[in-house]
């Protein structure tokens, strides 16, 4: 399918591995010119030359902790107008409901609540002057059913949602979408480290704990980045224009919802 992007440019926040690599690659894929994002420098450069040299886009780096003030000002510099824009960080770490003090909480929300707002505040203005723009936040299935042991998530990235439910009929009318993506559980570092705490807990070995979680999903397996990148894509793409505050939720079916 032609998305219809070709030549459009996009800030993809977290960027350098897992989902957001996911979402640069089909972004690029449709010939779209990418600015990457990461803290660590070389996996950053060495995903933005991977993807140059598959997809013949234009990739600009900014090596930067998104979830700062001075992280988001100089991705901004270097980002200028784009007309797509993923945000994604980091998630919190696990823990039980006593664990978190305000510290906790103000770090989990600066990540993945305030940062995603600060540059939808900072990049959607442009957007809506131009006429034409997408915004996809990459959150969490915890949004929908919540995960015990990720209080931290879950409170922040249902702030996130709230927000982007109200703006995104804000926007709409000047041609901008913003929607949210959500992952269940995916084949990253993300997802390793957590069947890591699964296996220390519980005592057993790493495939164990990956087959006890893959047994949870009925598609009978983790989400791959590429897939997740793929339906990215397709939310920032011409023929998803009607789209609207929409939380799409990709976990193969392992939530037990009607809508
Ligand atoms: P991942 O494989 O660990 O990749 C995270 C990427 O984000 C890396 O490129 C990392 O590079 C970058 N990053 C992390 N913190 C950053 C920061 N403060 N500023 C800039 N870049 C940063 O993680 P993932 O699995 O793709 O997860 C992405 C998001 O989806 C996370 O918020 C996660 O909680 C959420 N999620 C994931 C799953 C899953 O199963 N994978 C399920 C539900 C939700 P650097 O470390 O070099 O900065």
Redesign the pocket.
């Known amino acids: 399918m032609n998305l219809g992007i070709s030549g459009k440019r996009a800030l993809v926040?977290?960027?350098?591995?897992?989902?957001?690599?996911g979402c640069a690659e089909a972004l690029a894929e449709a010939g779209v010119n990418l600015v990457m994002?990461?803290?660590?420098a070389e996996?950053?450069e060495a995903a933005a030359a991977d993807i140059r040299a598959k997809y013949g886009v234009e990739v600009e780096t900014v090596a930067?902790?998104?979830?700062t003030a001075e992280?988001q000002a100089q991705v901004l510099e270097v980002a200028g107008q784009v007309d797509i824009l993923i945000n994604?960080?980091?998630?919190p770490p696990p823990g039980m409901w006593t664990d978190w003090d305000r510290d906790d909480f103000i770090a989990a929300l600066d990540?993945?609540m305030l940062a995603p707002i600060a540059l939808i505040k900072a990049l959607v203005p442009g957007m809506m002057d131009r006429g034409w723009g997408r915004v996809v936040n990459?959150?969490?299935?915890?949004v929908k059913a919540p995960i015990p042991v990720l209080g931290l998530?879950n409170a922040a990235r249902t702030g996130l949602t709230g927000y982007v439910a109200g703006t995104s009929r804000q926007v709409a009318g000047k041609g901008v979408t913003i929607n949210n993506l959500l992952?269940?559980?995916?084949a990253?570092?993300?997802?390793v480290?957590?069947d890591s705490g699964v296996s220390q807990q519980q005592g057993i070995s790493m495939d164990e704990a990956k087959a006890q979680r893959a047994a949870t999903i009925p598609a009978g397996r983790?989400?791959t980045?590429e897939e997740f990148g793929q339906t990215c894509a397709f939310m920032c793409s011409q023929h998803a224009g009607f789209m609207v505050g929409q939380n799409v939720l990709l976990d193969g079916g392992a939530t037990p919802s009607v809508m």
């Open positions: 926040c977290a960027s350098s591995k897992g989902l957001g690599r994002n990461a803290r660590g996996a950053l930067a902790d998104i979830t992280g994604n960080a980091g998630g990540a993945n990459i959150t969490s299935v915890s998530s992952p269940g559980i995916h990253t570092d993300r997802a480290a957590l983790y989400g980045s």
